[in-house]
Structure formats: C-alpha cells, structure tokens
C-alpha cells in the first residue's frame, strides 16, 4: 500500500489490519509516535490524519486510504520549529518527554480548529493525553504561548 507520511509517498507491504503506529515506527523509523497502552487511552501516539489528531494505535493501516499523516518529525524542522514545539521549549513542558509528541500533536490540532482556545478548551483537546510526569499546568502554559504566537500576539 501507499501512504503519505509528513510529504513523502511511501509503498510499505503490510497487512490492512497493522496498526498505523507499526507501520510507522517499525516499517518506517518514524519513532516519534510512541507506543504507550494500545488502546487509545494515553495519547502518545497522536499523529494526525489530515488534520485531525488521531492515535495511531488504533488506526488500521488499511484505512488511512489516501490521507496525509503527519507525525511530530513532519509539524515542524530544526530550523524552523511550529509555534507549537517553540512554546513547550520557552515553557520547558517536558520532564521525562515520553508522552509530549502525542502532546504538541494534539495541542497543534486544537489550535489549528481554534486559535484562541479557553482554559476547558484546551483541557478537553488534551485530556486524551496522559502525562506521567504532571506537566499539566506547563502544557496548558504551551498551549496559551503557541496560540499567542499563531495569532500574532
């Protein structure tokens, strides 16, 4: 099958029925969704598909279809970071860092839809993602920073 994964087309030999987060970690050495629980429930493994924040734990690869993927190495470069990823550094978000690509990926979707999220916006888009560490004050800081930044504030 074909997938498109941060603009690139890829043909990878699969089974329908693997999960997208193989096919990109193992298939393509795109690690950084991580795997986490494996049923959706923790968030480290968001990508978004087309768009919209998904866990790729739990999407077969069979149905991505002709939908672009986006992982945390495709959101931003280097060199020119998404506002997203410049704000969990200006607010030092990460800890132990395992959960916070799951977490800029949901926090980039939410910003994408709305650019001035609330304080129970942003706790709902990013209360599917599980922070072990506790950074729940400095990811919602983040998320306030990057749609400042988005805005032009």
């Given amino acids: 099958m074909r997938i498109t994964v ?3 087309a890829h043909e990878v030999d699969v089974e329908d029925e693997m999960p997208l987060l193989w096919v990109l970690r193992d298939e393509l050495g795109i690690t950084g969704p991580k795997y986490g629980c494996g049923i959706a429930q923790c968030g480290a493994c968001t990508v978004h598909l087309d768009g919209e924040a998904v866990r790729s734990c739990q999407v077969a690869a ?3 279809g002709e939908a672009e993927i986006v992982t945390i190495e495709g959101l931003g470069t280097p060199d020119a970071l998404h506002a997203v990823q410049e ?9 132990c860092g ?7 990926m949901s926090a980039a979707a939410l910003l994408a839809a709305n650019p001035d999220p609330s304080d129970a916006d942003i706790d709902d888009a990013m209360s599917g993602n599980l922070c072990r560490c506790g950074t729940y004050p400095r990811i ?3 998320v306030k920073t990057a749609a400042a930044t988005l805005r032009g504030n």
């Fill in 98 to 104: 395992y959960c916070q690509s799951g977490q800029m």
């Fill in 62 to 64: 069979g149905d991505v």
């Fill in 140 to 142: 919602r800081a983040a």
């Fill in 87 to 95: 704000a969990w550094i200006a607010n030092q978000v990460a800890q």
């Fill in 6 to 8: 941060n603009g690139t």
